[in-house]
């Protein structure tokens, strides 16, 4: 078989029940309205970094247990011993570089809401950035976010197109739930 052009070629052979196929039909473009789920998504992308993706798909329920649930106040409070316990975890990345990046960027999403009542307004308020900007705004405020995980956020979270080809299905029902990229005349 040909290597697929693109994420929806690559899932359409997949069974219903693959953990790409559930993502790519079910998350991916979608647009995300918690904060502590964009958080979420954030802190997978960073955890892909040098790995492959369905390394963080089998292990994002085990993400989910060892960060409290994404909640981004019990995670910007993390103190050393959460530190060690996460490094111990086999469930998930075990880096230490991505670890307190997802701590730093707890604290620092808590800040900008703060100054902007959600995480979501800060990333609205952005909109519609070119990804150069975006990338810059990211690395500036985040830690741990290059072009390709602040890239691939953005697109996962529906801040920027192409998560989908045209052709796909799933490509229809991620324009219609997200107003963002309805024309205004």
Sequence with gaps: ?????????????????????????NQYGYPIHSDDELFCRLILEINQAGLS???????QENFRKAFSNFNINQVANYTDVDIQRLLSDTGIIRNKLKIN??????KKI???????GSFKNWL??????????????FKKTFKFTGGEITKE?????????????????????????????????
């Design 1 to 25: 078989m040909e290597k697929p052009n693109s994420y929806c070629e690559f899932v359409a052979s997949l069974d219903k029940d693959n953990l790409h196929r559930i993502y790519h039909d």
């Design 53 to 59: 993706w369905t390394t963080i798909l089998k292990k």
């Design 101 to 106: 990046a997802t701590i730093f960027n707890a």
């Design 110 to 116: 808590i800040e900008l809401q703060k100054e902007h």
């Design 124 to 137: 609205d308020q952005q909109f519609p950035l070119q990804i150069e900007d975006w990338v810059k705004l």
């Design 153 to 185: 956020f953005l697109k996962s979270t529906g801040y920027i197109p192409g998560a989908h080809i045209s052709t796909c299905e799933t490509n229809k029902l991620v324009l219609i739930s997200n107003p963002m990229w309805i024309k205004k005349d």
